[in-house]
């Protein structure tokens, strides 16, 4: 396969499958669909081995620690985020987009990012979403996209916010926003393209010549904010945190599975807060007064 450094000792698990291994990963994500945990007489009448080879198999991703062996009032199972993991990476690879894994470099409350490469030696991120690390009573509440749907696993979940956020990257950097270059989406996982430069929320105030620069880069992000809604999205958690500066120090909008759309009900007051955010953060971090009237860009939802 040709991974390297993988997290969570997945590389050890990409040296050690075999075909009916990731076969049988394979058939437990299928049936997972209708079981919070597969009967494992259910994956040996689905599959065309012998009970002693799948129940050897089981036993095996069990240890390295891709699936999880209960007893109910049946022998089920189900896929670890680990396993999940190495469903993922698998596909990322059989597509030749995957060469080597490399380490984490950034880790956040609802996903982990690893830098990844190609065949052609050209780094780039792969992000894990993991919304299972949440109370997911509390995610529900503030997710617009799983808030209806019920029964869902941590695994589905997050792919659903790995599809929204490969869907918002790929419709926003078409249209010219300065967004991170998607790649492929696959599972829970977002490629894109390294954007080098630094986050905002380790820019000093000592970085800056003038006061000017810092209002230049304000501007700069609430331009990037307008383009956005005059496409139909709006980021919804934007702060601090979710915007890097590149090498030209011009701002460029990460972490998007939790846009909402233009339309929705409460999209001035989420657009508002998105603003009311960035502009508490330059007048704190910067000891500045910045004037913008925010109807300037509430008037764009009208």
């Not at 022998?75 to 993922?88: K, P, Q, R, S």
Request: hydrophobic share 40%.
């Amino acid at each position: 396969m040709g991974i390297k450094m993988a997290p969570l000792s997945v590389t050890k698990s990409f040296r050690d499958l075999n075909r009916l291994d990731f076969r049988i990963l394979s058939v437990i994500e299928i049936l997972m669909a209708k079981h919070e945990f597969v009967p494992i007489e259910e994956i040996i009448r689905f599959m065309k081995y012998t009970e002693k080879k799948i129940q050897l198999s089981l036993k095996r991703l069990k240890k390295m620690n891709l699936v999880f062996i209960v007893q109910r009032h049946y022998l089920g199972t189900a896929l670890t985020f680990i396993g999940y993991d190495a469903l993922a990476l698998k596909a990322l690879v059989e597509k030749n987009v995957l060469a080597q894994l490399g380490p984490e470099i950034g880790a956040g409350k609802e996903s982990n990012v690893h830098l990844g490469m190609a065949d052609d030696g050209k780094e780039f991120l792969i992000k894990f979403h993991r919304l299972g690390k949440l109370d997911f009573r509390a995610t529900r509440k503030s997710r617009t996209f799983i808030a209806e749907k019920r029964h869902l696993s941590p695994l589905y979940e997050s792919r659903l916010s790995a599809e929204r956020e490969h869907k918002a990257l790929k419709a926003l950097y078409t249209k010219g926003v300065s967004v991170p270059e998607p790649i492929v989406q696959n599972r829970h996982l977002v490629t894109m393209r390294i954007i080098h430069g630094q986050d905002l929320f380790r820019i000093r105030r000592s970085d800056f010549g003038s006061e000017e620069e810092i209002a230049i880069l304000f501007q700069n992000i609430i331009q990037e904010v307008k383009k956005c809604v005059q496409h139909g999205y709006i980021h919804g958690d934007l702060s601090e945190y979710n915007i890097r500066l590149n090498e030209e120090n011009y701002p460029v909008l990460i972490d998007w599975p939790q846009y909402v759309n233009t339309e929705e009900l409460h999209a001035v007051e989420i657009l508002t807060r998105d603003c009311q955010n960035i502009l508490n953060f330059f007048e704190r971090k910067f000891l500045v007064k910045i004037h913008y009237d925010m109807s300037e860009i509430i008037q764009i939802l009208d």
